[in-house]
């Protein structure tokens, strides 16, 4: 169900975020989830001390486009993955999740 | 030059047409000793206790930008060393003691003012953690002291200890040694001592490369103004680091937030110390030019745009305004954010990377101008001797690993 947007122009204010199953929102009702796509491992006792650092601790951090979390929390309350730009903010697409992560060129066009 | 009473009247004498550059600007030598990546507050205290303490002076800093333009000219210049943990009260109690004879040391004041920071406590779990701390830190020789409501008041007069408030304030922890300081006069102070000692400052100067040998070895460094060759690379890029570590295949365990902050019109003295509030999340000094400073919470998202959104601001004045009524009309002159590299723990890295050459002090987060002095003085011997200082020791990249962390996320008080 797609909500209607609120009286005035958020956009001018806030970032303007397009969750996939309610259409653009205003940021105050999402929560940050992070960097997306990070799999937790199948067998974790395989893993030595060496890669569980890797998945709990490092992130990409990356300067540019990156794919990240995002939790609808005051809306449909789903978490669903975003392509957003670390420098401007822009946010280039988003995704539901489960869906194939998207590619930074695909996201552009 | 060195500055005194009688230096201040010979210039004084000439008009003070005579005063010359506080630092040197040399064009990049092909080949340094050592290279310090980021010429912020902390970047220019590794350079100088480099030059001074372990007499390397063959070091160029390089910034991207000028010097103290990142974090150090944009945080809230809090000083305090009430951390709950043995590691980390030692890490930030040796910065204090640093910051107490700094302006004689380097020559340059950098109007540090002990006038005492007060961090308020709003619930019974917050008392109890308080004073947890307060003892915490008395046991490891830092000090800290419970307040009362009616002393905090006394303390601080302009603070609102109505018990009809929303969040009433039932006591706070004071730490009467912790104060603030100038910052811009840290970078400046600490980048003319380590220039007269012989370091090279090269600003507008990006690093994007890293070159190494075929054992993996750093041999130097690639930037915007050319290559240049070194032994050993310090990294002290705050919340670019990430981006630097990246270039050597190295990875952190960091996340770069923006951190708000807000300045109003200046108004004479009316706010006498520092308080924070972690519950409903502000904090507030006046500077000597008579700016009310107040700090907000980090941003949400990872973001290098070094801005942010409103409502972090919004969120804190209002906290100010419940805090503090006699504020509710004073008028805000400028915000401004910063990025700030945040680890898991909340606790920095100080010490060696995988790459032999390759050495790393980041991830202070939310609270690294206070460190300045104790962060570049064990930092620096770490670069210099090549192995941890002893009081750096615990803030390893390798905790990560073994899982001996530092968890700071409470005493860090600021929201993340």
């Known amino acids: 169900m797609k909500l209607p947007l609120p009286p ?16 653009p929102r205003a940021e105050v009702e999402f929560r940050y989830g992070g960097q997306a796509h990070i799999v937790r491992p199948e067998q974790p006792a395989d893993l030595d001390d ?18 990240e979390r995002w939790y609808h929390i005051h809306g449909c309350g789903r978490f669903f993955n975003a392509l957003r730009h670390t420098v401007t903010d822009v946010f280039e697409a988003t995704y539901t999740v489960g869906a194939t992560p998207l590619k930074c060129e695909e996201a552009r066009k | 030059m060195k500055f005194s009473a009688i230096s201040l009247v010979r210039h004084a004498i000439n008009d003070h047409k005579s005063w010359t550059r506080q630092w040197r600007s040399p064009a990049p030598k092909s080949a340094y000793d050592t290279i310090i990546v980021g010429g ?23 910034e991207k930008g000028w010097i103290g333009g990142g974090n150090t000219g944009r945080n809230t210049t809090i000083i305090r060393s009430n951390y709950l943990f043995d590691e980390s009260a030692a890490l930030y109690d040796h910065a204090l003691d640093l910051w107490h004879g700094l302006s004689q040391e380097l020559n340059y004041n950098v109007m540090y003012s002990p006038r005492g920071v007060m961090m308020l406590a709003h619930s019974v779990h917050d008392v109890q953690v308080f004073k947890r701390h307060v003892y915490s ?21 302009p603070l609102n200890v109505s018990p009809d408030a929303r969040y009433p304030v039932m006591g706070a922890a004071l730490q009467r040694r912790g104060g603030t300081a100038r910052h811009d006069a840290v970078a400046w102070g600490y980048a003319r001592a380590a220039s007269a000692l012989g370091v090279d400052i090269i600003e507008n100067c990006q690093v994007v490369g890293i070159d190494r040998g075929p054992d993996g070895a750093v041999v130097g460094v690639q930037t915007t103004r050319g290559s240049i060759q070194t032994k050993k690379i310090a990294v002290v890029a705050a919340g670019s680091t990430s981006t630097v570590l990246e270039l050597a295949g190295v990875r952190a365990p960091l996340e770069s937030y ?22 409903v999340h502000a904090y507030i000094s006046q500077s ?19 801005t942010g959104a409103a409502y972090p601001l919004a ?15 004073m008028r805000m002159l400028r915000s401004w954010g910063g990025i700030v590299d945040v680890t898991p723990d909340r606790s920095p890295i100080i010490g060696l990377t995988p790459v032999h050459g390759l050495f790393v002090n980041c991830g ?17 011997a770490t670069v210099a001797k090549g192995a941890p200082h002893p009081i750096a020791a615990p803030f390893s990249l390798d905790r990560f690993r073994t899982g001996r962390m530092v968890d700071e996320a409470a005493a860090a008080a600021v929201a993340h």
């Open chain 2, 288 to 306: 000597d030019k008579g700016e009310l400073v107040i700090g907000a919470g980090t941003d949400q998202y990872i973001s290098y745009s070094q």
């Open chain 2, 40 to 62: 912020g507050g902390h970047g220019l205290a590794t350079a100088y206790y480099l030059a001074k303490e372990h007499g390397l002076t063959n070091v160029a800093v390089i």
């Open chain 2, 137 to 157: 830190n008395r046991l490891n020789g830092v000090d800290n002291a419970w307040l009362s409501r009616a002393e905090a008041k006394e303390f601080c007069p």
């Open chain 2, 258 to 279: 923006p951190l708000q902050a807000l300045v109003s019109e200046p108004v004479k003295p009316v706010f006498p110390c520092v308080v924070m509030s972690n519950t």
């Open chain 2, 364 to 380: 202070w987060g939310t609270g690294g101008f206070k460190a300045t002095p104790g962060s570049g003085h064990v930092f620096a």
């Open chain 2, 315 to 329: 969120h804190a004045v209002e906290a100010i305004c419940e805090l503090f009524p006699i504020f509710t009309r």
């Open chain 1, 50 to 67: 060496e890669a569980w650092a890797e998945h709990l601790y490092m992130r990409d951090n990356r300067r540019g486009l990156q794919a």
């Open chain 1, 8 to 23: 005035w122009p958020i956009e001018d204010v806030m970032l303007l975020i397009d969750c996939p199953h309610c259409g």
